[in-house]
């Protein structure tokens, strides 16, 4: 069965948004920023003329440079071409900014709370799923959505950086993510894990020392 939505995650600004979905299908979603005023763009395409293309041709990929005022204007285009998209970025008069990672998610940038959750919602509205508490959602967590439209997240997943986290906060979560996995790799492999602690054991020197324990007489 095919979802409009497939995944969603908040980023850590708290005004941005992840969603993923067939962006290749589903660049209509686009219309819902038909208001926007576009400041400027970045698009990467290719040509695709589908069965009439000859086998052997491979189309160079180009950069849109056709100017645009609005996105209805520039879907409107791309609408009568035959053109793959590998690289879409738009930035709007408004502050807001959306791209494309080709061809699994956008990212929506908006200059609020309350305009990433309004955002938020319109696109589970489009999708025919009920209202979703945003409050109760972890940032930095990709939440996915059943057929029914509840939502669940994989077995233990972490946090995973996003592009406002700081170096520091980067380095923080990379000695905790190996920290993790050396643990889990040890719980699925316990014989390691015991050889591991012999080591340890016979790698320590302390009761060997002559200055720890005295085994002249009397003992």
Same mark, same amino acid.
């Given at each position: 069965?095919?979802?409009?939505?497939?995944?969603?995650?908040?980023?850590?600004?708290?005004?941005?948004?992840?969603?993923?979905?067939? %962006?290749?299908?589903?660049?209509?979603?686009?219309?819902?920023?038909?208001?926007?005023?576009?400041?400027?763009?970045?698009?990467?395409?290719?040509?695709?003329?589908?069965?009439?293309?000859?086998?052997? %041709?491979?189309?160079?990929?180009?950069?849109?440079?056709?100017?645009?005022?609005? %996105?209805?204007? *520039?879907? &409107?285009?791309?609408? &009568?071409?035959?053109?793959?998209?590998?690289? *879409?970025?738009?930035?709007?008069?408004?502050?807001?900014?959306?791209?494309?990672?080709?061809?699994?998610?956008?990212?929506?940038?908006?200059?609020?709370?309350?305009?990433?959750?309004?955002?938020?919602?319109?696109?589970?509205?489009?999708?025919?799923?009920?209202?979703?508490?945003?409050?109760? *959602?972890?940032?930095?967590?990709?939440?996915?959505?059943?057929? &029914?439209?509840?939502?669940?997240?994989?077995?233990?997943?972490?946090?995973?950086?996003?592009?406002?986290?700081?170096?520091?906060?980067? &380095?923080?979560?990379?000695?905790?993510?190996?920290?993790?996995?050396? *643990?889990?790799?040890?719980?699925?492999?316990?014989?390691?894990?015991?050889?591991?602690?012999?080591?340890?054991?016979?790698?320590?020197?302390?009761?060997?020392?002559?200055?720890?324990?005295?085994?002249?007489?009397?003992?």
């Amino acid at each position: 069965m095919h979802l409009l939505i497939r995944s969603i995650e908040l980023l850590s600004n708290q005004k941005s948004l992840r969603v993923g979905m067939d %962006t290749i299908n589903n660049l209509w979603v686009l219309m819902h920023f038909k208001e926007l005023k576009i400041k400027s763009k970045k698009i990467c395409y290719q040509v695709n003329a589908g069965i009439r293309q000859r086998k052997n %041709t491979i189309h160079p990929k180009r950069w849109l440079k056709k100017p645009f005022e609005s %996105t209805s204007e *520039l879907l &409107g285009y791309l609408c &009568g071409k035959q053109y793959d998209i590998h690289h *879409l970025d738009i930035e709007f008069t408004n502050g807001w900014r959306i791209k494309e990672h080709p061809h699994h998610e956008f990212l929506f940038y908006t200059t609020s709370v309350e305009d990433r959750n309004t955002l938020l919602n319109k696109l589970v509205f489009v999708s025919g799923f009920d209202p979703i508490d945003i409050p109760s *959602l972890k940032q930095n967590i990709s939440y996915y959505f059943k057929a &029914g439209g509840a939502l669940y997240i994989l077995d233990n997943s972490l946090p995973f950086p996003d592009e406002f986290w700081s170096k520091k906060e980067i &380095g923080a979560w990379k000695e905790s993510y190996r920290e993790r996995e050396r *643990l889990e790799y040890l719980k699925d492999n316990p014989e390691e894990a015991q050889e591991h602690l012999g080591e340890l054991f016979e790698n320590d020197t302390t009761f060997r020392s002559p200055n720890v324990i005295d085994d002249k007489p009397p003992f």
